[in-house]
């Protein structure tokens, strides 16, 4: 599955990717699919749980941090509808 949704971040520096059902998140190259819910404090920042099996097997979670400021508007507005289009809200 390809990534169809990109977000240019600052901080970190990089694109995250997701795909069009928003199952599947790419980070550094790696996919990478949710754990838990997108945690959102005070429209600030936004943390997104982040996990993935390793070549050995095991599981690697990973807490990506998302500044809101550090987006333009429209990749704000596009981040928020696909984490509420995950979450089911």
Do not use: D
């Not at 982040?50 to 987006?71: A, C, I, P």
């Amino acid at each position: 599955m390809n990534p169809e949704i990109f977000f240019r971040l600052q901080r970190p520096k990089g694109t995250l990717s997701v795909s069009g059902c928003g199952r599947y998140w790419w980070w550094q190259q790696q996919r990478w699919q949710f754990f838990n819910k997108a945690l959102v404090v005070r429209s600030i920042v936004v943390l997104l749980p982040l996990t993935r099996q390793t070549e050995n097997g095991r599981e690697k979670r990973h807490w990506l941090w998302v500044w809101w400021f550090q987006l333009p508007l429209a990749q704000q507005l596009k981040l928020r509808r696909q984490l509420q289009q995950t979450s089911g809200a």
